[in-house]
């Protein structure tokens, strides 16, 4: 009886943290903001790894490097020579000698120089696939557009106010955003519009000022009002204020006049008074207009078709992702290696245990 109850006890543990896991799976690896267009990589696909090599050489490794990264493991495992692989490196040692094939793949600009050039070194991309992920490095290569408020000319769906020129706005073309405007309310978009005209409409019909209290379990509405003088005067009339000397509190007063006043008629001779807000109310709006781009419009075409500029930043996103983790290429292989040997291990521990228990059952 109580190695059934063990086992019940057992079972119920493993079945409880399986279903925790699966429950906070996708609340981990939820992603907020922007919605991302699948990259649909393989980095078992060798010739695109090595156009995404040849395209990071010729557009990315001026500026930014992948110094854990060596060209002749990339050579290995695109199955090429080091003498082929020569061919995409341009840079040049600390003896101005052309770099070898054993080397990391350092950018040509030192870093030195870069951050008194551009205020900041740009970021080494070594892991860059795995901390931001295929997705987002696919989507932020092409979500470039114009935007003159920007040092560069250009801003980013992806990566807002982004330090970076669009370097290969030659073979995608130039981009404008059309831009819709959200009415949100409580983080969501209640409605959608093409412009700011109609937003602002809709805003004044649904507009409230709410006033909110601050408590244990997160903020309360106690009142709503159409106006925002009717909010602040109700907000007035429910606050009080606490007198802080040497951050304790030693009078409380319903205005803060009052709490200035007796400021004024108490000196205290090396201390220091601070008058603050004692109840915990706040004016907050019902709804607001947010601007976001809607999508992405092609002006001015680049070199290649949109399909053709596709091709290229996935090829350079698949060659980010290896990049970020070569192992992978045969980790899987290594996986079901050992998934067979547990499977094999299985029988033999289940015909152990069945000849070590049989005096039990």
């Not at 990391?104 to 892991?127: R, Y």
């Not at 000022?209 to 009142?223: Q, R």
């Not at 003088?229 to 429910?238: G, L, M, P, Y």
């Not at 090829?315 to 040997?341: C, W």
Request: with cysteine.
């Amino acid at each position: 009886m109580k190695i059934n109850t063990m086992k019940q006890t057992l079972i119920k543990t493993l079945s409880a943290g399986m279903m925790a896991a699966f429950i906070a799976s996708p609340v981990a690896n939820a992603g907020g903001g922007v919605h991302l267009e699948p990259a649909d990589v393989d980095v078992h696909d060798k010739t695109s790894l090595l156009r995404g090599a040849k395209y990071f050489a010729n557009y990315c490794q001026g500026c930014h490097s992948l110094k854990f990264s060596r060209y002749n493991r990339v050579a290995a495992d695109t199955g090429v020579t080091d003498e082929q692989i020569q061919d995409i490196i341009f840079t040049r040692d600390a003896d101005d000698k052309p770099t070898k094939a054993g080397a990391l793949m350092t950018s040509a600009i030192p870093p030195k120089d870069a951050a008194q050039w551009f205020g900041t070194a740009p970021p080494d991309l070594s892991l860059i696939g795995r901390s931001r992920g295929a997705d987002w490095i696919y989507n932020y290569l092409k979500g470039f557009h114009t935007d003159n408020s920007r040092p560069f000319g250009v801003n980013n769906t992806i990566f807002d106010s982004v330090g970076m020129p669009n370097i290969l706005v030659h073979l995608q073309g130039t981009q404008d955003p059309v831009f819709r405007y959200d009415l949100m309310h409580n983080g969501h978009a209640e409605a959608s519009f093409t412009s700011e005209e109609a937003a602002n409409k809709a805003l004044k019909e649904k507009l409230t000022y709410n006033v909110v209290k601050l408590g244990l379990m997160g903020e309360t509405i106690v009142e709503k009002y159409p106006t925002e003088t009717e909010a602040a005067d109700f907000v007035a009339s429910k606050t009080s204020y606490k007198v802080l000397l040497n951050k304790l509190e030693v009078a409380s007063f319903t205005t803060k006049a009052e709490g200035e006043s007796y400021v004024k008629a108490t000196p205290v001779e090396g201390g220091k008074y601070k008058i603050t807000p004692k109840s915990a109310y706040s004016v907050v709006k019902s709804h607001k207009i947010m601007k976001v781009v809607d999508h992405l419009e092609l002006v001015t075409p680049g070199t290649q078709s949109p399909a053709e500029f596709d091709r290229t930043v996935l090829d350079l996103t698949n060659y980010l992702a290896y990049v970020s983790e070569p192992a992978q290429l045969h980790r899987k292989t290594y996986g079901i290696f050992t998934m067979i040997f547990l499977l094999i291990f299985f029988v033999f521990a289940y015909m152990l245990k069945k000849e070590y228990w049989k005096d039990i059952h």
